[in-house]
């Protein structure tokens, strides 16, 4: 078969972006070339997300687009792919005669036998059982975006009853990859330059119950703990459900586990909490946090919000407010209510908030977390941090990014492209809200891995932060 390329487009969270990496290579693995260029591609993929109105709404209008393409040019192939195909394939296949590959979440590990049969058919093709989920994929591990950092899924989909969420409808219920799959897949990461590695699953700290019993994340994380290569460990996103004793401990003994956490309330209101399904009470929520704190004391949480959940009153909302101020997040992730058909907060309960409203707490918890991320990035000015230099920033030619050890996003003046993937030491400078300014510091001396980057790099003595 002759080389054809493909465009692959994106949407959604990073599991999606990571499923995309997966795509990609199984499109490689099948003879066809990957393209960014729209125009020059035959074959048209979109990796789509229906996690609200609005991310599904970008899709269609970009559907929309690729349709009038195919118009003037029938051999285009065009493919929906993920969390809307598996959501809205009945539509897809009944309404959008256009669309000649309908893959849904767990079938992408033989997206380039669909595409195939597609071409030689020519005919629509729909996949949206479970026939080739993201395991098929022998990962091809240079396709990565980033030199130094990697995502790795070790769970796939949510057996959680959270009431607003799809997702459970759209990635099926949990499934643990084995921990010697994990292992083989970050040794090849890491023999091909990997420092950082984020371990991915929509609830990624019940990792390991449908496995060999005593398999769980605390015992993958000390796991991988002992490859020395590794400097940074994270794991997103944490249920609060599954915060376990055990988890905790492993956290506190591993140095080179992320001292950034990210645990989502999606509210300070145990009645709102109730009304989700979530599992847990405010004050649950918070017993957690201090446990977490009182193991590992200069820990740093995020969070999600979700803003006007059916019933929330305004007492609810500044629950929710306050809850920011008290844990003191460095961050939060807002969204605007939206209702989701076949969920039960769509389907039982009215969306009785008017969007004014949802826009008014969106933007009232955005301002709060502000306030909060510039306090704590304030104190940080004068201290010396360790970045991971990820790339030139998006906005200033001469500035280059790079992450702390916690998850803070430091831009430095700097030309020197080779300090990409290193870890290099900056002087904070200037404090924002979302961001640091640093200058970059000679390095006196080399960081060992895992070191952590509060101590022993302070720049000045009894500069506190
Ligand atoms: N599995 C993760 C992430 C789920 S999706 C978790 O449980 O935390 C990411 C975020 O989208 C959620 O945390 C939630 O804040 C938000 N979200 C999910 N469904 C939503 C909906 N119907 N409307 C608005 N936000 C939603
Ligand atoms: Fe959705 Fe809840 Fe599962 Fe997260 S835990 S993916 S919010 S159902
Ligand atoms: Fe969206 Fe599916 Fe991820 S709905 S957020 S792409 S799991």
Redesign the pocket.
Known sequence: MDRRKFFLLTYG?QMNKLDSELIASRMIQGGFEETDREEEARILLLNTCS??ESAEDRVWGRIGAMKARKMKDPGVVIGILGCMAQEHQQFLRAKMPHIDVVCGTREFGRIDELVKESMETRKGVVATGEGGNGDLVHREVGQRPMRAQAFVNIIRG?N?P?T????PATRGPEVSRPVDAIREEVERLVADGVTEITLLG??VNAYGHDLERGTDLALLLRELHQLPALRRISFV?S?PSFLTPRLMEAMAALPRVSRYFHL?A?SGSSKVLKAMKRGYTRERYLARIRDLKSLIPDMEFAC???AGFPGETEEDHRQSLSLIEEVGFSQS?V??????KG?VSADFLTDDIPEDVKARRNQELLQVQEQVSLAKNKAQVGEVREILVEGPSKRRKDRYTGRTARNRLVHFANEDPSLVGRYVPVEIIEAQAHCLIGELREETRTLQAGEDEWLGMRNREGMGR
Do not use: G, L
Request: with cysteine; hydrophobic share 30%.
């Open positions: 969270c996690i609200r949510c959680m959270c607003y969420c799809i997702v929509q609830t996103t249920h989502p999606q999600d919000f979700i992730f969204f605007k209510y939206s209702p989701r969920t």
